[in-house]
């Protein structure tokens, strides 16, 4: 999933691992495909940012990535 101004980031309940996990190089893939909510900031790896139904923050790794993901939580 790709981010939008006004998109929020849900945290599943109906999943066994309910947990948000944010990884941005290959060795994060693992972890990234074991949780329900998987993120990664815009300059990952490219790999990463291929897992089925990741979402991507619009910022960099560094720049703002976790408090935009911080914030787009409810």
Do not use: W
Not at 21 to 45: F, K, M, R
């Amino acid at each position: 999933l790709k981010t939008t101004d006004n998109m929020r980031i849900r945290v599943s309940t109906s999943d066994d691992i309910n947990a948000l996990n944010i990884g941005d190089d290959i060795n994060d893939i693992e972890c990234l495909n074991y949780t329900s909510n998987p993120i990664t900031v815009q300059n990952a790896h490219k790999t990463v940012k291929e897992i089925p139904n990741i979402f991507i923050t619009e910022n960099n790794g560094g720049n703002g990535a976790f408090r935009e993901v911080a914030d787009s939580v409810s």
